[in-house]
Nanobody, 122 residues
Framework: QVQLVESGGGLVQAGGSLRLSCVASGRAFSSDAVGWFRQAPGKEREFVATINWSGGNTNYADSVKGRFTISRDNAKDTVYLQMSSLQPEDTAVYYC???????????????WGQGTQVTVSS
């Protein structure tokens, strides 16, 4: 079992930046892919970014490409999502998830955190 805890969310003005962290406990997730997903009020959960076990491969949703960067430090069992040039449409609860496949599909991830709220004001 892997427990995931997100942190780093908050309120930021448009154009600002935040860095989200996803820390694993229970067992190391250095062999897992880790993805970030988000869900805005009244909308379905959507893929944001993913990183493979080594950090050598990443993939981003078109809506965040060039603005968000996913990275990981396996020695710290932590994955980061650096978010820049934030816009009001980025407002959502952000979730990290871990699983065996490097994938954009939520169903391929076995473990999920509780989420952290990101609110971007205009």
């Amino acid at each position: 079992q892997v427990q995931l805890v997100e942190s780093g969310g908050g309120l930021v003005q448009a154009g600002g930046s935040l860095r989200l962290s996803c820390v694993a406990s229970g067992r190391a997730f250095s062999s897992d892919a880790v993805g970030w997903f988000r869900q805005a009020p009244g909308k379905e959960r959507e893929f944001v970014a993913t990183i493979n076990w080594s950090g050598g491969n990443t993939n981003y949703a078109d809506s965040v490409k060039g603005r968000f960067t996913i990275s990981r430090d396996n020695a710290k069992d932590t994955v980061y999502l650096q978010m820049s040039s934030l816009q009001p449409e980025d407002t959502a609860v952000y979730y990290c998830a871990a699983g065996p496949l490097f994938s954009r599909l939520a169903k391929t991830y076995s473990y999920w955190g509780q989420g952290t709220q990101v609110t971007v004001s205009s």
